[in-house]
């Protein structure tokens, strides 16, 4: 048997080989390199989940009125604006499906409690469940239950609730794609150098001065 | 088939683990002319290959979070953790363990932290200071030379200080600070805390073939192209080159066997994908299984002649296990807020560190603990965003959901900081293990009984920790958002929990005290070596690999010297 030879990686190679090496990396890392184009947020989104891989996503975790619930608040909390997509159409649906089904437990409880908390409540007092509430319906029943300090202590398990959902919805945005450009994390990108603090950065923290002596 | 194999093949030297000790044993030893067989019980890795370095979150599993199978996260080089099914361990009622064991070639070294820094003077002769712990038998002027050769060979970034008992080393050049970093570095200005260049195991410039740093702070990854230290990367591959190396994997040495002459002959192991028994015999025996997993194979191993296990007439192999002490705070900086863009990756660490400030106090007794820690410190805009990203966001914003949370989360990212000691632990006699003789593992190999206990001075310690980090949050216009009080003991970590377990196989000037003599051989068989952190005597708070790497290369260089005058 011929004996197993670890490949010495970067040895000898030039850097022009190495910057080959680096383009070669296969999966997510070809986002990497579509990233210094200059496509909108919602292109770069498009070239990682394709509308037809979202459309054909099963949910493991949620029926499908809870699925529809989940699009819905998860859109309400990260809205769209001029700088990037909601939550919704960032994926984040799919994110909160799939971390459930990995955590279960009181967690995965909790936020189905929450879900359909939001329908009798909003059958209570507008007659029809959350999804189907108006826009300012839907508003009159987060404001009670996103601000903690201002909740009535009756809502307190429905706050729990919330900020946990809030949570995933943040995370699960600041973590795709859209919401990576978005921050922006400007990071995972191979350097030739290390340029250390930048000018404008040492300004703003009053360091300026001291670095420029030292 | 038969049950046992007899492997044809003698060697020269059989290296048990391809860690940093087994790594450099194999080094050194293939470089003098021994023919070498290297045993791993995990199996092949070679980051070239499998590392999943520039990998994006959202294209992973969960994103990269950490799962039973991957408890340090997806990315993480880690084949391995604290569980692994079919390989159990067992911790004394009332005493809390967690045993980390990476089950791959290179272990732990590929997804290491590449913190490397000196072992001091006072850290080799602990008690003569402070009447605490034990003295090692070796000085710090016994293992200097290893340390210029080691830093040499795999390189490491520092700045020369000249501070009280952290070496300097042979450095490259150290990569300028983060902006974060500075800041802190102002702040530690005013508290008399120094806080300068780190000491990692990265190149930041070309160095034996291997090209500098690209800064993405994926070390935990394991560099594709070796600009950082690992084992297979900067030993194995030069020791396979020499020809004189065999590498065998998911091979689980049972035990070390011994002939009628009292000498180990060779080890016993199981060929993990056949569950076959093989043993293969060797002129020179070197063990680097890991302290605790070293321990075991000795204890493990039985014979008429060693009845307590092999190397263990003066009782000492299971005995002082050392973890080291850690304890955490958040901060959050508003300063850090609204910043202009910029990215923060740098090396994959800390560019700046706090060494251990205290030691004139100290020596006053003006401290209610006797030992040292180093501070470490991350956060910003450092490294790929992760799950838990702005959780708890409601702390700081007040709630919310909109435009508002969204652009409310724009200010927030970036802003926070979290500060980690790093303590020496001082051994006592209730940390130790020892054969739970109820169990065996799924190779039928007896398993690991952990005793294990902080100390008084460790938790003062801890509390130290947590009120000097909250110092250094507020001295920097910070809030404190995460710490620890006495109902949690400060925050003290669990004992194996910073995966810096070591001693076990301690060495000493006395057989009577000590398993392994001043060049890590054992009293009882000349031709068994320990080159993995279970000789270490002390756990300083100086974290154990570059140590570890020092002692295994003075070690090797013994057994070559020895094996050439045929003294062995």
Known sequence: MEPKKLLSRGAHLPRREILRLMTAIPAGALFSAARSTTATPKELAAELISPEVAASYQPKIFNPHEWKTVHTLSGLIIPADERSESATAAGVPEFIDDWLDLQRGDLLATIRGGLAWLDIECNRLFGTDFIAS????????????????NAAPEDTSVVAFFNHFRDLVVSGFFTSATGIKDLPYLGNEPQSDWQGCPAPVLAKLGLLAERTKS | MPQLIVSPDAYDVIIVGSGAGGGMAAYVLANAGAKCLMLEAGSWFDAARDSKWLEWGYGAPHRGAPTPEHPLGYFSATVGGWEIEGEPYTSASGNDWMWFRSRMLGGRTNAWGRISLRNGPYDFKPYSRDGKGFDWPISYDDLAPYYDKVEELIGVFGSHEGLENCPDGKFLPPPGPRCYELLIQKACGKLGIPCVPSRLAILTRPLNGRPPCHYVAQCSRCCRLSSNFSSPAVLLVPAQATGNLEIRCDAMVREVLVGPDGRASGVSYIDKKTRQEVQVHGKVIVLAASACETARLLLNSRSRQFPKGLANSSGMVGKYVM?????????????????????????????????????????????PFSRGYHIEFGGGRRGVPEPGLLSGSQRFLGGGYGLGLKQGCRKLYGSFLDFHGRGEMIPNDESYCEIDSGVVDQWGIPVLKFHFKWGE?????????????????????????????????????????????????????????????????????????????APFVSNADKNPTLTILALAWRTSEYIADKVRKQNI
């Open chain 1, 134 to 149: 108006t826009a300012g319906q839907q508003e009159q029943i987060l404001d009670r239950i996103a601000y903690p300090k």
């Open chain 2, 323 to 367: 973890d080291t002490v850690m304890s955490d705070v958040k901060g959050l900086l508003p300063s850090l807020m609204d910043l202009p863009p910029h990215n923060e990756d740098g090396v994959g660490g800390m560019h700046l560190y706090m060494p251990w400030w205290n030691y004139e106090k100290q020596s006053r007794h003006e401290l």
């Open chain 2, 457 to 533: 001075d460790e938790i003062r310690m801890a509390r130290h920790m947590q009120e000097t980090f909250q110092e250094i949050v507020r001295a920097a216009g910070g809030e404190v958002v995460q710490s620890a009080g006495p109902e949690e003991r400060w925050g003290i970590s669990r004992g194996g929990e910073c995966i810096h377990e070591v001693g076990g196989v301690r060495m000493g000037n006395d057989r009577r005290t000590s398993a392994l003599n001043p060049y890590c051989q054992a009293w009882d068989c000349k031709n068994l070596f320990v080159a993995d952190g």
